[in-house]
């Protein structure tokens, strides 16, 4: 398979110089030459098959031959090592539940398969993979978890101090072995330039191999579309034929974009929703057709703090950047945070159904969605479980948590962490342990 850049065509790559490189060149967002339907024969026999079989039949086309089928399989086996259970609310709404990994946020499976790709890369090459990540709070813990004892790799996780949950910060600084944890005296922006910056510094690459372990890496947004596969399987089995609406709570829109992908590869889904906080961008291009991203606002569904969502470009492309095309298949709303507060409680007390803010704002993109076509199955993305997001949820509930066993692991581990304060720190840091 053959990956070219979105910025300018003619910059290609082959899938391991992608996932290596993160972002092309020219800056641009690295997006697959093909998106080939998966054969009849697959779709027959799709209830029977496994999770693994599923994953390698999705992901094939995008390797190609940079991975051996056998290894592929592995590490396919690897990455899908939890459940994905679609939970049915009501006749027609059901929870996709994407937080049963280690990290309990659907990040774990992007975060584990281009751990896993990254480590067979580098057994030919006996120079150590360092992975350079700024979070905000879920993508470090993700891919500290999934690169966590891989061979030949490193991850140095830059985190803004005082900026992320309690919960999470263990999840960055406790792992230990070969992932680092570095507290920055600033904001997010600030950790995110910082790795930018290291990135161009010559005197960082005579030492280091550096790598980016960013959502837009081809390696952990393509993944993503299996568990689409999974909740259709899953609704198959219990005898499903409707109208499958996806509702997808979306930042960055990488996750969405998946689904989306899923259905190029013949995943019948009638339509999709992306559900934004006041972070709206994309609900406010769908009505104006004017593209024009916001500095990023803060709600209680920090993981969608995203002004300008990188992956939008791509959603764009699968859509041959048609807006009329878009538009009927594709529908994005944004909600605050009453609203989302009021849908916890709506879950909560409807259903008996503890969500996440994220997924809470899943479900209202899904209802006002279904106000107008009430005939269809609706399925929104629980994409983080409630423990990481404790506070608001305990607080708008009046319930307290129980803490599960992912969490109740690391609660008594030491935190381990480096802090620094600007960028020349953070080099002699590099530097010195090289
Ligand atoms: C990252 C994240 C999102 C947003 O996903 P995108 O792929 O960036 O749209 C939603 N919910 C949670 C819990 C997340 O961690």
């Given amino acids: ?26 800056r641009g967002l690295y997006y697959p030459g093909s998106i080939e339907r998966l054969p ?38 690897d990455t899908l090592c939890f459940d994905f259970p679609v939970v049915s609310l009501d006749n027609n709404i059901a929870s996709l539940e994407l937080f049963h990994g280690p990290t309990m946020a659907f990040k774990d499976v992007g975060g584990r398969f281009m751990a896993r790709c990254i480590g067979y890369f580098n057994e030919q090459n006996p120079k150590k993979v360092t992975v350079l990540v700024a979070t905000s709070g879920d993508t470090g813990g993700a891919v500290a978890s999934g690169f966590l004892g891989i061979e030949g790799t490193e991850v140095v996780i830059l985190y803004p101090k005082g900026k992320v949950s309690a919960i999470q910060e263990l ?38 191999n550096l790598t980016s372990a960013n959502s837009i890496n081809v ?13 259709y399987q899953q609704l198959l089995k219990n005898g499903f034929n409707g109208d499958l609406v996806f509702a997808v709570p979306s930042g960055n829109f990488g996750n969405i974009c998946a689904g989306i ?40 569904s920090n993981a969608m703090d ?14 041959d950047n048609n807006f009329d095309a878009l538009k009927q298949q594709f529908s994005s709303y944004a909600f605050t945070d009453d609203q989302t507060r009021a849908a916890l409680k709506k879950l909560h007390d409807s259903y008996n159904y503890i969500a996440d803010p994220h997924g809470a704002v899943g479900y209202l993109g899904l209802q006002h969605y279904m106000k107008e076509k009430p005939n269809t199955y609706g399925v929104f993305l629980e994409t983080a479980h409630p423990i990481k997001f404790r506070d608001s949820v305990e607080e708008t509930l009046g319930i307290t948590l129980e803490i599960p066993s992912q969490i109740q692991h690391i609660l008594d581990k030491t935190s381990e962490k480096t802090s620094l304060k600007n960028y020349a720190d953070f080099k002699d840091y590099l530097i010195q342990r090289a």
């Fill in 1 to 26: 398979m053959t990956y070219y850049s979105l910025t300018d065509n003619t910059n290609t790559a082959t899938f391991s110089e992608a996932v290596i490189r993160g972002l092309a060149p020219d």
């Fill in 306 to 319: 995203v002004g300008n969502p990188s992956n939008f470009i791509r959603i764009q492309n699968l859509f």
């Fill in 171 to 208: 999840q960055l600084t406790t792992n230990g072995n070969n992932i680092k944890a570095v507290e920055i005296d600033g904001v997010f922006d600030d950790c995110q330039e910082m790795v930018k910056t290291a990135f161009l510094d010559d005197d960082l690459k005579k030492v280091y």
């Fill in 261 to 300: 992908v899923a259905k190029k590869l013949g995943l019948p889904v009638h339509h999709f929703v992306a559900s934004t906080n006041i972070n709206d961008t994309v609900p406010r291009y769908l009505q104006t057709k004017d593209y024009q991203p916001l500095p990023s606002k803060q709600t209680i």
């Fill in 40 to 77: 009849d024969t697959f779709f027959k026999d799709l209830a029977q098959k496994s999770h693994v079989e599923i994953g390698v039949s999705v992901m094939k086309q995008f390797v190609g031959d940079a991975i051996p089928m056998d290894r592929l399989e592995e590490i396919v086996a």
């Fill in 219 to 231: 390696a952990r947004w393509l993944p993503q579309s299996v568990y689409f596969f999974f909740a």
